[in-house]
């Protein structure tokens, strides 16, 4: 096999029999039942189903946001519910970035800061460098200084991205990114993100209602019911 | 390290936002409030040690009120210590028609030992700072020197004469410095300096006379002690020694007094911006929520968290209280100025130490009330990233605000200076703050019955504060104790202290005089006659000292309390009568009949009695020019000292003192348009002392209105406090209020519909601070007449006018003000926004 083969072959993510229950009062609601998932690196799945069908807790559970009843995830290679709540933060600062479908962005700092935050939260010096760098690559060179509320949809879209591929993630999850966003904006951050992913070798894992999106992965996973039917 | 970094620049851009304004200002607000009485106290503390020795006039003082017995100065002399006599009394000095009490103080060659008399030969009016000189020695035989107050008083400039007692005297210059002059509470009195030498020939000291003498001593500080630890042993009652740590007891218990009511009145602020602060922090926290959960999400542990808002915090709270206290610094300076009269020196700068204590105080208010929120902001799960409704971590929490208060009590039990006070100044707050909210919670359900009058905008503006009426209420108390603290001192500086002069029924006597001599009294009755005046009642008093309560030696130790001290130091006024005097109450035991067997028996004034610790049936022992006199207390009195007749703390039953040595005091009316009389008096009868009522109540009121002037500056301080709640609540509401009007304008509400509505939510507000605050002023000032001034208090409707129209103007305005930019969002972004 070739070195990118082995790559490729190596399970970046990997989902042991992950179920997640939750108590609502008299009974338990099983969320999640018996996931099984292996993805490798480099791969971009899209994981889609209609609402309620556990997309989202799939997500969190797989970055280690949440905690399963049952079953085990490796990120990595690394059992992350045998780490603990710290550990598992300072693994996602690692290995992960984030993007949401409401951008998530901090109101009281501006573009730059937003995106320095996570090197900062990681003791990287000179974050300021390679924030502004990426913001300039998002095409918001203009915009350092602004604050989420001075920016459109969009454009916070766009900070969130930086904010995401800033600190050289092996894996990007997003919950929704064009969610908020009408066609054309949301096919411009499509198209962003999937530049970034290609130029850095980052494994994509996203949670989309958004068949444009979805077509664009390597890799669809269709949930319902809290299983993966597809 | 790096967290600190990171933790400065969130501050940064925190600040920037505008998340940090309330609790910065509430912060300073409390700070400076505790600073400004702190650095006031402290410059007056340092004015005393520091100048202590300048204030004696010596190293060490020898005080009796009799000829101090030469063994003190002749063990002086062996130790080659300098030594120098004063004998200071009051009397009355007189030019031409002028008369007035002064403080005569008659030095021997040598005085001052220590700190110098600064002098001036002219004080025109042109000048009003006097070109001074130090001076050499002591006025020569035949002069004195005099102080401003006298030369103003008596219309006198250097040159020219003067009467003290039997003698004329030359004014030879004027005193512009002396020792035992420069810090002092209420120097009521003019002086005038002598020498020791002509104080026979004025003829002023006779029995009975009110006089101290001073044995001032100098030297080798090893001498000075030895002295010190010999004359303790030589002490007799009446005798007591003063050196420069223990110079000016009463000043410095006056201070104490003084210093513990202004920093509980700065409390008031404290407590007042704690409750800006929770709101704050409570906003701070919710706004932070989203915040903690991505940085979780990214990476940071709990403890990165936990220490990045601990820095935060503790930066933030150095900072804002760091500005507190310089704003402290500034306004103390006008404190200063307000008690000028009272204060009479030059401060020197104060120490930092009040500046640390404000500091300390900053971060236990800020700490107290942010670090169980700030735990539980750690705690915040990542998971809220993708679940808003995740992870509401119960920010309203009993035990967060629990901890909050137990930081606030520590902080008044250390105000205080003592557990039993800060725990009581505490509870009396907390029970004033309930009493409050149940006043405002019944006035809220009141006006709720009323929901359906009246426009439009009255019912929205009582939605809204029934929909938030917890925080209505905070808001009302908070503003309305800052309110009732004005109020009140406005009251006493006017309507009470107008009603306690008015009280006095016409005719109240309002001259004393002091020191008639038995062989004077047929001379004075004649005086009186001749002037068609009416004979003044002339009772009888022996001055002893009390020395044994039953037959136990009474002793003064370092911890004896001040008053008790003050009173066994000095003699006691001894009278005696066969009935009770009309504005006398027995309380206890009972007055003696003529038919009871004789017996040594005394009735002794309640207060008194409590203070020096005696009670019906003890013994007491006085010591009366050296001999011993013994009396069994029968009876306990309450006497009513406003009707301004002459009383006495202790009356015995007649046929008991006759034989020692006598004098006499009288009060009498003497109508304003008779003056004149005064003077012939004082030049007949130059031993006399008279005590113009008058002029020491003004003395009083001067005082009162100046303290007050002082409080109400303090509280000042609580009513920027209550405005910085009502802003932190507006703008904790600020969201609602945002979404709010752009439903309403969506719906097609006019922007002056709006603003009608809110400003009938602050107007119904400001009417309960109004309320708040004449209710409590109301009752405050109740007591405050009942209990400190003794008139019947008179309702003044003033109160609640200003009150009501102080709260809904003030809140109002201040409310809009506040709500200014909520309606400067267009709906439509508002909406896409909350979307």
């Known amino acids: 096999m070739t070195n990118r083969a082995v790559q490729q072959a190596y399970h970046i993510v990997r989902a042991n029999a992950l179920t997640k229950q939750v108590n609502t009062g008299d009974n338990q609601l099983t969320i999640l039942q018996d996931i099984n998932l292996e993805v490798n690196a480099g791969e971009s799945i899209a994981i889609v189903g209609a609402s309620g069908s556990g997309k989202s807790t799939l997500l969190g559970l797989l970055a280690g946001l949440d905690v399963p009843t049952s079953g085990h995830v490796y990120l990595d290679g690394e059992d992350i519910f045998l780490l603990d709540e710290d550990e598992r933060a300072a693994l996602r600062s690692r290995l992960l970035g984030f993007m949401f479908q409401s951008f998530q962005l901090l109101p009281a700092l501006t573009a730059i800061e937003n995106v320095m935050l996570p090197l900062e939260l990681a003791g990287v010096n000179d974050a300021r460098r390679s924030a502004q760098a990426l913001l300039e690559r998002v095409g918001l060179g203009m915009r350092l200084k602004h604050y989420p509320r001075q920016l459109s949809g969009g454009e916070q879209q766009r900070v969130a991205i930086a904010r995401a591929f800033v600190t050289q993630p092996k894996m990007l999850f997003a919950d929704e990114p064009t969610g908020n966003l009408d066609f054309a904006t949301g096919a411009q951050i499509i198209e962003l993100m999937f530049e970034l992913n290609r130029e850095r070798g980052t494994t994509l894992l996203l949670v989309t209602h958004d068949e444009a999106l979805s077509n664009r992965c390597s890799r669809r996973i269709r949930m319902a019911s809290g299983r993966i039917v597809d | ?835």
């Open chain 2, 1 to 835: 390290m790096y967290l600190s970094r990171l933790s400065l620049r969130m501050l940064r851009r925190d600040w920037r936002a505008g998340e940090l304004r309330i609790l910065v200002l509430a912060l300073m607000i409390a700070v400076s409030s505790i600073t400004t009485v702190g650095f006031f106290a402290d410059r007056v503390q340092l004015a005393l040690s520091r100048e202590s020795n300048r204030l004696l006039g010596a190293d060490l003082l020898i005080i009796g009120d009799r000829p101090l017995p030469a063994h003190y100065a002749d063990k002086a002399e062996q130790l080659e210590l300098m030594t120098a006599t004063l004998i200071k009394f009051p009397s009355m000095t007189s030019k031409e028609e002028n008369n007035l009490l002064a403080e005569i103080r008659a030095v021997s060659p040598g005085y001052p030992l220590r700190g110098e008399l600064r002098l001036a030969d002219d004080a025109s009016e042109t000048i009003t700072e006097p070109v001074t000189r130090g001076a050499q020695g002591i006025p020569s035989p035949g002069t004195v020197w005099i102080d401003e107050k006298l030369m103003a008083g008596l219309d006198i400039m250097p040159g020219e004469e003067l009467a003290v007692g039997a003698t004329q005297m030359t004014v030879a210059a004027l005193v512009t410095r002396e020792p035992d002059y420069s810090v002092g509470f209420i120097n009521l009195g003019p002086r005038l300096l002598m020498n020791a030498a002509d104080l026979a020939a004025t003829d002023l000291i006779q029995p009975g006379s009110r006089v101290t003498y001073q044995l001032l001593l100098a030297g080798e500080e090893e001498r000075i002690a030895e002295f010190r630890s010999w004359a303790q042993t030589q002490l007799v009652p009446g005798q007591r020694i003063e050196g420069i740590r223990d110079a000016r007891p009463e000043i410095r218990s006056a201070l104490e007094r003084a210093e513990k009511f202004l920093s509980l009145a700065a409390l008031a602020s404290v407590v007042v911006a704690a409750a800006a602060v929770a709101l704050a922090v409570r906003r701070f926290i919710q706004r932070h929520l989203d915040g903690c959960a991505i940085m979780r999400c990214l990476g940071a542990s709990q403890s990165t968290i936990l220490r990045l808002y601990l820095y935060h915090f503790a930066t933030l709270g150095l900072l804002a209280s760091g500005l507190g206290c310089l704003l402290g610094f500034v306004a103390q300076e006008f404190l200063s100025r307000w008690l000028a009269g009272i204060v009479e020196t030059s401060l020197p700068l104060p120490s930092g130490l009040p500046a640390v204590h404000g500091l300390l105080s900053g971060m236990v208010l800020l700490l107290g009330f942010s670090l169980p929120p700030l735990l539980n902001l750690r705690r915040v799960p990542a998971l809220r990233v993708l679940r808003r409704d995740s992870g509401m971590t119960n920010l309203h929490g009993l035990a967060g605000y629990a901890f909050g208060l137990l930081a606030l009590s520590l902080l008044f039990i250390w105000e205080a200076g003592e557990l039993r006070l800060g725990v009581m100044v505490m509870l009396g707050f907390l029970a004033a703050v309930a009493v409050f909210a149940l006043l405002g919670w019944v006035v809220i359900k009141l006006l709720l019955l009323m929901r359906q009058q009246g426009a439009n905008a009255w019912r929205y503006g009582l939605a809204n504060i029934r929909r938030r009426t917890i925080a209505s209420l905070v808001q009302a108390i908070a503003l309305g104790l800052g309110l009732m603290a004005m109020l009140v001192l406005t009251l006493i500086q006017g309507d009470l202290l107008k009603d306690w002069r008015t009280s006095l029924p016409p005719n109240t006597p309002n001259r004393f005089l002091i020191n008639i001599q038995p062989d004077q009294l047929q001379s004075l009755a004649e005086f009186f006659a001749q002037r068609d005046m009416r004979q003044p009642d002339l009772n009888p008093m022996v001055r002893g000292r009390l020395v044994a309560i039953n037959e136990q030696p009474v002793r003064i130790s370092d911890d004896t309390e001040t008053r008790k001290k003050q009173l066994l130091n000095r003699e006691f006024n001894l009278s005696w009568a066969d009935e009770l005097q009309a504005d006398n109450e027995i309380v206890a035991g009972r007055w003696w009949q003529s038919e009871d067997a004789l017996a040594n028996e005394l009735s002794i004034e309640e207060e008194i009695a409590e203070t020096i610790g005696v009670k019906l049936g003890d013994q007491v022992t006085f010591d009366i020019a050296g001999s011993l006199f013994s009396a069994t207390i029968t009876s306990l009195r309450k006497v009513d000292w406003d009707t301004f007749r002459v009383n006495f703390f202790v009356v015995v039953r007649p046929g008991q003192l006759e034989a020692y040595p006598i004098n006499y005091v009288t009060s009498f009316y003497l109508p304003p348009s008779q003056t004149g009389i005064m003077h012939e008096l004082v030049r007949n009868f130059p031993n006399l002392l008279v005590i113009d009522v008058a002029a020491v109540i003004e003395q009083v009121q001067k005082m009162i209105a100046q303290v007050s002037s002082a409080i109400e500056f303090v509280f000042v301080f609580t009513l920027l406090a209550g405005f910085i709640v009502l802003y932190a609540a507006i703008t904790a509401t600020q969201d609602e209020r945002i979404y709010e009007a752009a439903i309403f304008r969506t719906l097609g509400a006019k922007r002056r519909q709006l603003i009608r509505a809110w400003a009938a939510e602050f107007a119904i507000l400001g009417g309960l601070v109004g309320i708040f605050a004449s209710a409590g002023a109301t009752v405050l000032g109740h007591v405050i007449a009942k209990y400190a001034l003794h008139v019947s208090y008179t309702f003044t409707p003033w109160i609640w006018l200003a009150g009501i129209l102080i709260g809904v103007i003030g809140v109002t305005i201040a409310g809009l003000l506040g709500t200014r930019s909520t309606l400067t969002h267009p709906p439509l972004w508002t909406l896409r926004r909350i979307g």
